[in-house]
């Protein structure tokens, strides 16, 4: 493991290294939306490379058994709402952990038509194996932070997520039903 000062020095980047532009309106690299969707990105890339070939399953596989783990027992709806999947994408990745043991379906006792989903015994094993390598790669990523700042990336970042979920919904509340429908097919 590479030292905080090993890595400033050689995490040269890409995008800060192209055209130094100090006009702070036009850069795209300012925006806090593009560096979190440049970071989630290299966060699944990380993920798919370490999780995939020693577990066998992909990040949003991973990601739905993780969550699964903390939920318990919920429907297909709840499980994509928390996973921040849409409901095609959730379905299909649930219906192949189903197959493969992972996941185990009842009958909703309170809604017949629909199922509750939960971890398997094989399911939880693998979550909490997975959870375990996870934090470890996750102090990888963050090993240029001390412990403090760790914990306060941690908190803005879960104050941003409140702020934008509600954002989101008062977007949503006022979105058109095509305009809805789009965004589910992207």
Do not use: C
């Amino acid at each position: 493991m590479q030292n905080r000062d090993q890595l400033k020095t050689n995490s040269g980047d890409y995008f800060d290294k192209r055209h130094d532009n100090s006009d702070q309106e036009t850069d795209i690299r300012n925006l806090f939306s593009f560096q979190l969707q440049r970071l989630a990105g290299l966060s699944t890339r990380i993920a798919a490379l370490s999780i995939r070939p020693q577990y066998g399953v992909t990040p949003r596989e991973w990601r739905v058994l993780a969550v699964l783990n903390y939920l318990g027992e919920v429907p297909l709806q709840e499980l994509a709402k928390h996973s921040g999947l849409i409901k095609s994408q959730m379905s299909r990745t649930v219906s192949a952990m189903i197959d493969r043991g992972y996941i185990a379906k009842t009958a909703n006792p309170e809604d017949g038509r629909s199922i509750l989903l939960r971890l398997s015994p094989e399911g939880l094993a693998l979550s909490r194996a997975i959870l375990d390598a996870s934090f470890e790669r996750n102090q990888q990523m963050l090993a240029t932070l001390s412990n403090a700042e760790q914990q306060i990336l941690i908190e803005l970042l879960r104050r941003v997520t409140r702020t934008s979920s509600r954002y989101y919904h008062e977007l949503r509340n006022s979105a058109s039903q095509s305009d809805l429908r789009s965004i589910e097919e992207e």
